[in-house]
């Protein structure tokens, strides 16, 4: 199980506390009217997947239930860093 | 390559077994193939062969970073049906279940395919209309399922509990017949060997570090920890890896791959004849044929290629199984492990062409490819021979994310399956 650190309440905690938000830094789009069914797909469905540095978001449901961002290496699982959302990707 | 036989092994002991020939020889790289397999799972073992014995392709390498078999090929619960909503997913996991039929023949290895059974419990009203709605879906696609009673349940599967005070109340099942089990790592030996009989060439402990293309954009070949390998054709079938691989030829895949986990108990006695699955517990177990029980869990929350999950979803699924079979609660487990399934959005897999020319994938099998592994295989090998999917598998390319006709058996199933 993956010890967590949430950037809100500053603590490690485990994983049975959070839920898993996905790939982060994906931008909603502002005028979806004008997106092609490339962009579309590209927004829904197109993920990096990287073996080695992920960005994504978890949710502190069992705590604080905010959501942040994280960088994790998803080959040996260890967290690099926790940072707030909203934050500039790192 | 030395056909088994009942002859052949009486013969071979009179040598206390010791001039068996090798099954399939490792073999150096060429300079180039005709067709070049990237991942020696099931899956890529199997379109090797097919090339081979049903298209007419013989000049085939298979070549794999790990060891043959070694990915989820060797890892998976080895649960084979075919009972899916949709008309394009019957189509295809029927097109599996039929080769499985006759695939020991075939081979000429033993890949104890067993039709045991596959049952699926309905707990709720839910369940019980959902799976009476697939069970008049697959049986119009010629496909066999039927509904159980409580009592017709406990019938075929005796140690199941169907008290209704049971935690999770048995209330009937959908009995999928010609549905089972067969042995895992048989199916990539025996593609293995046969293949390499036909001429294929399998190149293990060799990475793909990248993929060549030519100013048309189509594939030169790949370049490998042994160096370039030409081919005018590539067939990725590298399952949790795939993107990773995509990413090679410039292609970003609408994929994640996430830690999928099992495990299996001492081995005992025969005394759980059939497969079963709960869905709504997030449940599914057999007995294989050295007696353990092979226990199936879901995957993790977060995408990983570590190859191990975490402990509390075993422990959630441990904790489903014994509420079913209360039998079971002071067996011990022996072994739990890990593997990477590549998942997609909708659930069912891509199979078909990639926009780069000369550059085919079949991945997107999630938690459920073992089952498929004979019908992706042979799709797989006929849309690199024909350049063109066949119709089986033309569903299933991966346009359908840009155009919108997805397949979406993530929400029939209301389960990752």
């Given at each position: ?90 | ?257 996430y830690p999928l986990q099992a495990l299996v108990s001492e081995p005992v006695k025969p005394i759980f004849p059939c497969v079963v699955m ?97 019908g992706a295989a042979d799709l797989l090998a006929h849309t690199i021979a024909h350049d063109a999917p066949h119709a089986i598998n033309a ?23």
């Open positions: 199980m993956l010890l967590i650190r949430c950037p809100y309440c500053e603590e490690d905690r485990p994983e049975v506390e959070f839920v898993y938000g996905g790939e982060a830094h994906i931008a909603r789009p502002l005028d979806p009217a004008a997106l092609s069914d490339q962009d579309w797909e590209h927004y829904l469905y197109i993920r990096r997947n990287p073996r080695g540095r992920h960005h994504e978001r978890w949710r502190h449901t069992h705590g604080c239930g905010r959501f942040f961002n994280a960088v994790r290496d998803t080959v040996s699982d260890r967290f690099e860093q926790t940072y707030k959302a909203g934050e500039a990707r790192r | 390559m030395m056909r088994f036989s009942g002859l052949n092994l009486i013969a071979q002991a009179f040598s206390g077994h010791q001039s068996w020939p090798e099954q399939w020889p490792d073999k150096a790289p060429k300079a180039a193939y005709d067709v070049i397999i990237v991942g020696a799972g099931g899956h890529g073992l199997g379109a090797a062969y097919y090339l081979a014995a049903k298209y007419g392709v013989t000049n085939v390498a298979v070549i794999e970073k790990g060891w043959l078999g070694g990915g989820n090929t060797g890892r998976n619960t080895t649960i084979i049906r075919s009972n899916y909503l949709y008309d394009e997913s019957a189509h295809l996991y029927d097109h599996a279940v039929k080769l499985w039929d006759g695939l020991s023949q075939e081979l000429n290895y033993n890949v104890m395919y067993s039709k045991r059974g596959v049952l699926m419990l309905a707990h709720n009203v839910h369940d019980i209309q959902s799976f009476k709605r697939h069970i008049h879906a697959n049986r119009l696609n010629g496909v066999d399922n039927e509904w159980l009673s409580p009592e017709e349940c406990q019938a075929y599967c005796p140690p199941l509990d169907i008290s209704p005070n049971a935690r999770h109340p048995v209330l009937g099942g959908a009995l999928q017949r010609r549905g089972g089990t067969a042995r895992h790592d048989s199916v990539a030996w025996g593609y293995a060997r046969k293949a390499t009989a036909l001429g294929v060439d399998i190149i293990q402990n060799c990475a793909v570090t990248g993929i060549r293309r030519g100013a048309d954009g189509a594939v030169l070949g790949v370049e490998t920890e042994r160096g370039f390998i030409g081919a005018k054709k590539i067939g990725v079938s590298a399952a949790g890896n795939t993107s990773v691989v995509m990413n090679m030829a410039g292609l970003e895949f609408p994929l994640e791959s709960s869905n709504t517990v997030h449940a599914y177990i057999s007995q294989s044929d050295k007696g353990e029980l092979v226990i199936g869990a879901g995957t993790d929350q977060y995408t990983s290629y570590s190859q191990r999950g975490a402990l509390h979803i075993i422990e959630h699924t441990l904790a489903a199984i014994c509420e079913i079979f209360p039998i079971f609660t002071r067996m011990r487990m022996l072994r739990t492990w890990g593997g990477i399934v590549d998942v997609t959005p909708d659930r069912s897999p891509i199979l078909g062409k990639t926009p780069v020319p000369g550059l085919y994938v079949n991945c997107g099998w999630g938690t459920g490819g073992f089952k498929a592994t004979p569903p299933f390319n991966l346009d359908r994310f840009r155009n919108g006709r997805l397949i979406d058996e993530a929400a029939a199933a209301a389960v990752a399956h």
